[in-house]
Structures are given as C-alpha cells and as structure tokens.
C-alpha cells in the first residue's frame, strides 16, 4: 500500500525586541514610509513556513502617545497599520493587537506604565494581511510622531506567527498482514487501510 502526503502541525515563531529606540520620525506620511525610525523584529523559521494569524505586542514610552503612528511590515515588504487612528491624550502604549480582540485603538487606554499589562486591541489595518507569507525573515515595526515635539522611544516587541500546517511527506510502502487465507486460491479480496499522523490526519491507502 502506497500512503499519501499528510499534514503536520501547526507551529508559533516568536520573536522579540527589548532595545530602547527613539522614534525620531516626523511628520507621518502614511504613503511614503522612507525615514520611519525602524524596529526589526527578526524571525527564524523554515523556507517553508508561511503566516496563519498574525499578533504583536507594542510597548512604547511617550509623554503624547496619541502623536506616535505605528505599521507592522513583513519581509516582503506588505505593510499593514496597527495605531493611526485620532486618539484621546495619552500617556505609554502598552498594547498587543490581533484580529481577534474587540476594543478599538480610539479607545485605548489614556495612561498606562510600559510595564503594565499590555491592552488587547484591534489594530487599525487587518493583520490577515499577511497570510500566506513567508515567516522567515526581517520583521518591521515603523513609526513616526505625527508632530514635532515631543518624541516616545520604543521600549520593547515581541512578534508571534503562527503558521499553517506543512506537508509531511509519508510515502513508503506500508505492510499488513493479511491472515486467515488457508484454502483460499484464486478469491479476490480489497483491503482499505486508514492511518492517522501526530497531528491527527487521516489518510487512506488501497491495497488490492
């Protein structure tokens, strides 16, 4: 019996930034984004791992926090919004954004510590964006103050991608014995088998 291609698990790749990086941009130009102070985020993952969800901590040190516009860009160059939005005054950004949270970055909290538990926001762009990406690579957070005085600095990152199930190749030839076949000349006999991965696929194989 000849097996089948199956699928393995899906996998996390995280990767974090803790360096202090002043965010000297200004102003925000949200088309042209040649100049935006930088914060790489570099992840480390097979050629062949692509994105399935998409979610990232942000924390960063501003006395005008709702001045700092932040993007997320991928290796390939896709670039996708997580805070532009017109926000209250705000003191610190301690946020992690995914598609799946509810409170919106209008509403995200006015002071907070860049210490504090990170606040669950939606981000401005859909992080859904980048699936289908290749995980390996640079990672970038961008971003820019909106005026010229006074600027944040990043304090830390931390990038978490979850990839989509990989091909784990099973072809062989599988062996079953068959018994009970005394005095069983010339009888035809189909024989299905099923066989089920670590990730819990199910494949099946023929044999005749």
Known sequence: MDAT???AATQ???ATNSS???ISA???NAIDFTGYTTYALS???PATARVSDTQVEVRVGHTSAQNVDIWLRSPSGTTVALVTSTRSATTNIAAVFSDDYITLTSAMPISTTTSATAAEIRP???LATFVGETINGTWSLLACNRNASPLGA???ARLSLKSQAQPRNINSTWYYPITNVNNLDGVIRHYS??????AGNLKIGRAH
């Open 5 to 7: 291609t199956a699928i």
């Open 12 to 14: 996390t790749y995280t």
């Open 20 to 22: 202090a990086t002043a």
């Open 26 to 28: 200004q102003p925000c």
């Open 43 to 45: 992840q480390t993952a």
């Open 124 to 126: 401005d762009g859909k």
């Open 154 to 156: 990043f304090v830390s």
């Open 193 to 198: 088998m099923w066989a089920r991965d670590v």
